[in-house]
């Protein structure tokens, strides 16, 4: 589930389409790669 909410944005920022990614999804983008360096093991 962590790893969509990277995809998601990841997709739309390369897609040109940055403007329909809403501020919650940028917040849970941020998490979830926090999540990936600090937590994974």
């Known amino acids: 589930m ?5 995809a ?3 997709m739309k920022f390369f897609g040109g ?3 329909q990614v809403h ?3 940028w917040a849970l983008f941020v ?3 926090l999540f990936y ?4 093991f």
Not at 37 to 40: D, E, G, P, Q
């Open 17 to 19: 389409k940055v403007k």
């Open 8 to 10: 998601y944005p990841v």
């Open 31 to 33: 998490l979830s790669v």
């Open 23 to 25: 501020a919650g999804m």
């Open 37 to 40: 360096i600090f937590y994974s």
């Open 2 to 6: 962590t790893a969509g909410f990277i």
